[in-house]
């Protein structure tokens, strides 16, 4: 739990949305949650009888959270763990580990200005990579194979926005962050982003760099049966909603026709509403 919430402080703490000093409490509480954090990996160091020799599972989330705090000074009782863990997270080779696990290793080396180190994942995880003209880019080792999509660390949405955040950081093509974003979006509209967790990340990683073919107003026509529809515009949302009277009502209507003049990803529905009188 105190890793949980040392890490979602960390995040919000990069995105500029809180301002952490050690004279406020929530300063104060955040100190303490690294410093225990420090204690409690420093202590699982200490008792293990052979020294990792890789970085994965909770070491590799320590390293991240821990590294939105470089101003928090360890002591050198707890300096070991943390360079040990440091030492691999540098040295490891640029394919090993998940999908999860190469964001996360990815954006902590750019915390510790190892840009190419980093640079070298990318490259490795765009390689990998599947697109689609209707799915955008994703992964197929980006599944949820034990049931786990529950859980943050092993969740489809939260990779796939840990990556987006990761090749935003690392400057990679804007047509790239796009698709990947794209995928993003269709999985909120053909399933769900799982958790509040997971839609935190997906807002997150789709408000950090979201390019103008997103964001586009328009570019869709629509006519029903004879009549062009414009509908009721709503400009903050981007959502248009036509309703016909019961008296409105024709076969004609039937026969719906789009037509697409943008690159921004649309999505629509035809309902017909009616009453039944129950005796």
Known sequence: TTLLIVK???????????????????GAMLERGVRFLDRQYQEDFDA?????????????YYLYARSFFP???LTPKRYTAYKHYKKLLIKADATSGTLMQKALRMLTLVRFNKHR????????VRQSSLSSDEMGIYWRD???????????????TTTQALLIEAFVQLRQPTDVIARMQQWLLKQKQTTQ????VATAQAVHALLMATPRSLIQEGG???????????GLQDGK??????????????PSLAKVNLQKSSATPSWGAMTWEYYEEND
């Not at 180190?117 to 490795?124: N, P, Q, R, S």
């Not at 982003?193 to 509040?196: H, Y």
């Not at 026509?221 to 529809?229: I, L, M, W």
């Not at 949302?237 to 024709?250: D, L, N, R």
């Open 8 to 26: 979602g402080l960390g995040e919000l703490k990069a995105m500029g949305a809180i301002r952490v000093s050690r004279n406020d409490s929530l």
């Open 48 to 60: 293990m009888k052979e020294k990792p020799k890789s970085l994965y599972g909770s070491p590799l």
């Open 71 to 73: 101003e928090i000074a």
């Open 117 to 124: 180190k980093a640079k070298a994942i990318a490259e490795v």
């Open 142 to 156: 980006n599944a949820n194979r034990w049931g786990w999509n529950w859980l943050w660390d092993s969740n489809t």
């Open 193 to 196: 982003w799982n958790n509040s």
């Open 220 to 230: 869709v026509d629509v006519t029903v049966g004879n009549q062009s529809v414009e």
């Open 237 to 250: 949302h981007g959502i248009s909603q036509k309703v016909w009277s019961p008296m409105e009502i024709a």
